[in-house]
């Protein structure tokens, strides 16, 4: 099956900086990438996602890129802001299949 | 986006009751639901993928007869966590997506229900 690791497992960042969290998975015909932001207590958030068939992905402040050579996926946070914090969250799954494998997640704290 | 619930946010009940948690979707038909659990600080553990008029797929190592899944409607899937124990205190996620591309593979997430067994 599928494996996702996501590193760091923590990330702390002054306001302003940038941040970036990586992921990488096993499984060649995994074809879609989702992250997701999950706040204390509340459920799991799409920020933004990103199909094997685009390089990259940018809304704003954030950007996804991928490799599928290598099987890895980036998360880039610019200007980062304290609302930021929380867990993160790449997975990857295969087209119509729907199930998704979750990496074990990048806890983010943004200092003011 | 498409929105999904769950019912209750949150229960406690003794040990060796049975707990049943709802996960309905409002605005959209699901033809599959997954069922998650998450430890604290832990990332999110598929268990099962209940899908409408069908038996659910488990994970493995997920006990089937413990963790009972009925999909009995595309806007509603159940869980019931049966002869619940303290090891089985945690925090339950349904998720969903309707099958339409192109938010095929986007799952959407109901808010968690907060399982305590005493």
């Known amino acids: 099956g599928e494996n996702v690791e996501q590193h760091p497992s923590t990330l702390s960042v002054q306001e302003g900086d940038s941040a970036v969290i990586k992921c990488t998975y096993s499984d060649s015909a995994s074809n879609y990438f989702p992250w997701y932001k999950q706040e204390l207590g509340k459920r799991p958030q799409l920020i933004i996602d990103i199909r094997s068939n685009v390089g990259e992905k940018k809304d704003q402040r954030i950007a996804v890129t991928l490799n599928k050579t290598a099987k890895h996926f980036s998360l880039h946070i610019t200007e980062t802001q304290p609302e930021d914090s929380a867990v993160y969250f790449c997975a990857a799954s295969r087209t119509n299949a729907g199930k998704s494998t979750f990496g074990d997640g990048t806890t983010l704290t943004v200092k003011p | 986006g498409a929105v999904v619930s769950q019912h209750p946010s949150w229960v406690i009940c003794k040990s060796g009751t049975s707990v049943k948690i709802e996960c309905r979707s409002l605005d959209f038909q699901a033809t599959t639901m997954f069922w998650y659990r998450q430890f604290p600080k832990q990332s999110l553990m598929l268990m099962a993928t209940s899908n409408e008029g069908s038996k659910a797929t488990y994970e493995q190592g997920v006990e089937k007869d413990k963790f009972l899944i009925n999909h009995a409607s595309l806007t509603l899937s159940t869980l019931t966590v049966t002869s619940a124990h303290p090891e089985d205190s945690s925090f339950y996620i349904c998720?969903?997506?309707?099958?339409?591309?192109?938010?095929?593979?986007?799952?959407?997430f109901g808010p968690g229900t907060r399982l305590t067994v005493l």
């Open positions: 998720s969903a997506y309707s099958g339409s591309t192109p938010q095929y593979n986007e799952q959407f």
